[in-house]
T-cell receptor, first 114, second 108 residues
Framework: KAGVTQTPRYLIKTRGQQVTLSCSPI?????VSWYQQTPGQGLQFLFE???????NKGNFPGRFSGRQFSNSRSEMNVSTLELGDSALYLC?????????????FGEGSRLTVL | AQRVTQPEKLLSVFKGAPVELKCNYS??????LFWYVQYSRQRLQLLLR??SRESIKGFTADLNKGETSFHLKKPFAQEEDSAMYYC??????????FGTGTQLKVEL
């Protein structure tokens, strides 16, 4: 069974631009969660989507948004990029709701904002 | 609000020595606790969960509600245990919250 796939793996943007990251969950998994990982803050929860509905949201500004499609694939978007948005963005899928605790992570999308 | 604290950024032990990775949490309800591990150049993956009361790769963790702790222990460290370990908490249908992680380095 293929694991969680995230694209692109690496990208470089400049301040003020926007970016869209994609996540394909494990087949059959209905929940997708997004996390921002930085050396100082660790893993910070962005949001969770379950059956195309945002189920939980973290404490990030409105510039961070996401969505989930009917095939459970998910995208997250960051608009008006800031230097501080440079991070590894991790996607994780789970069979049912993410609060069951068993998440399967992708390799991440590393975003550098210049 | 739920919070997970891992006080040590780096823990260095010798091979064969006991290991204890500390995790404390703050949560008003009934928590569910987990340990995740990330080996070098691998994905973050679930190691164990407290409700399973299982031993994985020789690691165990006991939930102590009185001390609000969920420390990860192993009696004899192995070189392959070197990795980044994250404690995580959820409860009441909330998000899964991670600690900042502890890098375990097992020296020969």
């Amino acid at each position: 069974k293929a694991g969680v796939t995230q694209t692109p793996r690496y990208l470089i943007k400049t301040r003020g631009q926007q970016v869209t990251l994609s996540c394909s969950p494990i087949s059959g998994h209905r929940s997708v969660s997004w996390y921002q990982q930085t050396p100082g803050q660790g893993l910070q929860f962005l949001f969770e989507y379950f059956s195309e509905t945002q189920r939980n949201k973290g404490n990030f500004p409105g510039r961070f948004s996401g969505r989930q499609f009917s095939n459970s694939r998910s995208e997250m978007n960051v608009s008006t990029l800031e230097l501080g948005d440079s991070a590894l963005y991790l996607c994780a899928s789970s069979l049912v709701r993410a609060d069951t605790g068993e998440l399967f992570f992708g390799e991440g999308s590393r975003l550098t904002v210049l | 609000a739920q919070r997970v604290t891992q006080p040590e950024k780096l823990l260095s032990v010798f091979k064969g020595a006991p290991v204890e990775l500390k995790c404390n949490y703050s949560y008003s309800g009934s928590p569910e606790l987990f340990w995740y591990v990330q080996y070098s150049r691998q994905r973050l993956q679930l190691l164990l969960r407290h409700i399973s009361r299982e031993s994985i790769k020789g690691f165990t963790a006991d939930l102590n509600k009185g001390e609000t702790s969920f420390h990860l222990k192993k009696p004899f460290a192995q070189e392959e245990d070197s990795a980044m370990y994250y404690c995580a908490l959820t409860g009441g249908g909330n998000k899964l919250t991670f600690g900042t992680g502890t890098q375990l380095k097992v020296e020969l």
